[in-house]
């Protein structure tokens, strides 16, 4: 069965840098794409962007251009999400998603979710 | 950028038929998918292009789409039903997934 586990919970500090890990199962992961998504505590689902497992292609939400980094690891079956200079308001949990392809290049929805990884930025 | 615009929040007695609705220019347009987030869990995909149920889902879920609102119609409420729904769409323009704000769904 598909699975989707993620890396234990983080606390770091403002400035900080944090990545957190996502490792897929039950299926060929270079065939979809991984999407990582993160909710404030009280507030709802922000797409953060996804990379494409077969070819490595990224696309960023436009406010976290430059901060942000996604990564795979084809042999070990894992994505990585890392965030740069951390600030208070980054304090969410963090959610990887397959990537469900409409065609090779045009993602369609998520079908599959990690259980989320609490990230809490404070000083 | 493409906004999609939900109600804050839906209120249904048990046994009857909610209606979640997500509002976006000429959504019609676009493939339109549906999450159920309860307390403390991941979302669950209920419904994907506008109107498909993913293995496990029950029949009570169907979705429509067409000008510029799509809707989850949840048949027959449970308490279990309970819990955050969010529409999302691929928005070919910007090349960005765009989810809506969420809908609480209250069984009274």
């Known amino acids: 069965q598909v699975q989707l586990v993620q890396s234990g919970a983080e606390v770091k500090k403002p400035g900080a840098s944090v990545k957190v890990s996502c490792k897929a199962s039950?299926?060929?992961?270079?065939?979809?794409?991984i999407s990582w998504v993160r909710q404030a505590p009280g507030q709802g689902l922000e797409w953060m962007g996804w990379?494409?497992?077969?070819?490595?292609?990224?696309n960023y939400a436009q406010k976290l251009q430059g901060r942000v980094t996604m990564t795979t690891d084809t042999s070990t079956s894992t994505a990585y999400m890392e965030l740069r200079s951390l600030r208070s308001d980054d304090t969410a949990v963090y959610y990887c998603?397959?990537?469900?392809?409409?065609?090779?290049?045009?993602?369609?929805?998520?079908?599959?979710w990690g259980q989320g990884t609490l990230v809490t930025v404070s000083s | 950028s493409y906004v999609l615009t939900q109600p804050p929040s839906v209120s249904v007695a048990p046994g009857k038929t909610a209606r979640i609705t997500c509002g976006g220019n000429?959504?019609?347009?676009?493939?339109v998918h549906w999450y159920q987030q309860k307390p403390g869990q991941a979302p669950v995909l209920v419904i994907y292009?506008?109107?498909d149920r993913p293995s496990g889902i029950p029949e009570r879920f169907s979705g429509s789409n067409s000008g510029n609102t799509a809707t989850l119609t949840i048949s027959r409420v449970e308490a279990g039903d309970e819990a955050d729904y969010y529409c999302?769409?691929?928005?070919?323009?910007?090349?960005?997934?765009?989810f809506g704000g969420g809908t609480k769904l209250t069984v009274l």
């Open positions: 990379i494409s497992a077969y070819n490595g292609n990224t």
């Open positions: 999302q769409v691929w928005d070919s323009s910007s090349d960005h997934n765009v």
């Open positions: 039950g299926y060929t992961f270079t065939s979809y794409g």
């Open positions: 292009y506008d109107s």
């Open positions: 998603a397959r990537v469900y392809m409409a065609t090779v290049v045009t993602p369609a929805h998520f079908d599959y």
């Open positions: 000429n959504i019609g347009s676009k493939s």
